[in-house]
C-alpha cells in the first residue's frame, strides 16, 4: 500500500492533481473538503453545521474531520492506497492519521507540497467562484481567511512530516500538466525505493 498527501493552500491545486494522480496510481482518493461539501448537499446536522464554518474559512473541528477519514479508510479496506487531498490540516489530524494508518499496518509514502504565491492562489479562486457555487470562493475576505487559517494552523503539518523526511516542495504555479509530470516523477522515485 502506498499513501500520499498532497498538500498546499486553498487553490494550490489539490484537487485538480488529485484527479489525474488518482487514475494514475489507481488510489482512493480521500478529500475532507469533498465529504464535507457532501454533507452539506445531504442537509446533515454535520453538514449544517460545517457549513457555518466553512464559510466563514475557517477550520472544521479536528474530531469531525477525524471522524470523516476513520470511517472512509474502514470503508475501503481494499484500496491500493489513498491519496489525502485536504488533510491531516493539524498536527492533531497528523497524529490521529498516523494511529489509523498504523492499524491498517501502513504509513504516509510522502507528502507532496504544492507552493503558489499569494496573490495567484486569490486570483484563481475568485475565478473559480464565478461557476463553482462555492459559497467560500465567492467573497475575497473568505478566500483570504482561508489562507490565513492555512498559514497558521496547517503550515506546522510540513513540519510534522519533515521530522520522518517525508516532504518534498514542488512549484505548484505552470501548466497543470506539468505540475502533474514533477507530481508522478516525486511519485515514481518514492515508490521505487520501497
Ligand atoms: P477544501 O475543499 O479542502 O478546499 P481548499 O483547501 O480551500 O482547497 P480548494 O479546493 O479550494 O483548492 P485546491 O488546492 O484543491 O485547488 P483546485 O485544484 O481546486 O476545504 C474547504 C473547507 O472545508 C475549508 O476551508 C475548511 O472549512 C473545511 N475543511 C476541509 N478539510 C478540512 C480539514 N482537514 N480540517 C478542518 N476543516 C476542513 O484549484 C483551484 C482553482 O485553480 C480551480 O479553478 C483550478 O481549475 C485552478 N487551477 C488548478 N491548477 C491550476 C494551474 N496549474 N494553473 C492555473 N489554474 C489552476
Known amino acids: 500500500m502506498f499513501n500520499i498527501i498532497l498538500f498546499g493552500p486553498p487553490g494550490s491545486g489539490k484537487g485538480t492533481q488529485s484527479e489525474r494522480l488518482i487514475a494514475t496510481y489507481g488510489l482512493k482518493h480521500l478529500s475532507t473538503g469533498d465529504l464535507l461539501r457532501s454533507e452539506i448537499a445531504n442537509k446533515t446536522p454535520l453538514g ?8 466563514k474559512g475557517q477550520l472544521v473541528p479536528d474530531e469531525v474531520v477525524i471522524g470523516m477519514i476513520s470511517s472512509a479508510l474502514e470503508a475501503n479496506p481494499a484500496a491500493k492506497g489513498f491519496l489525502f487531498d485536504g488533510f491531516p490540516r493539524t498536527t492533531a489530524q497528523s497524529e490521529a492519521l498516523d494511529k489509523l494508518l498504523r492499524l491498517k499496518n501502513t504509513e504516509i509514502g510522502v507528502v507532496l507540497a ?46 510534522y512530516y519533515s521530522k520522518y523526511d517525508k516532504v518534498v516542495t514542488l512549484k505548484g504555479e505552470g501548466t497543470v500538466d506539468e505540475i502533474f509530470d514533477s507530481l508522478c516523477s516525486e511519485i515514481n522515485k518514492r515508490m521505487s525505493s520501497i
Open 48 to 55: 449544517i453545521e460545517a457549513k457555518s464554518i466553512m464559510d
Open 114 to 159: 504544492l507552493e503558489v504565491s499569494e496573490e495567484e492562489l486569490v486570483k484563481r479562486l475568485l475565478n473559480r467562484g464565478l461557476t463553482s457555487g462555492r459559497s467560500d470562493d465567492t467573497n475575497e475576505s473568505v478566500i483570504r481567511a482561508r489562507i490565513t487559517e492555512y498559514k497558521d494552523k496547517t503550515t506546522v503539518v510540513a513540519n
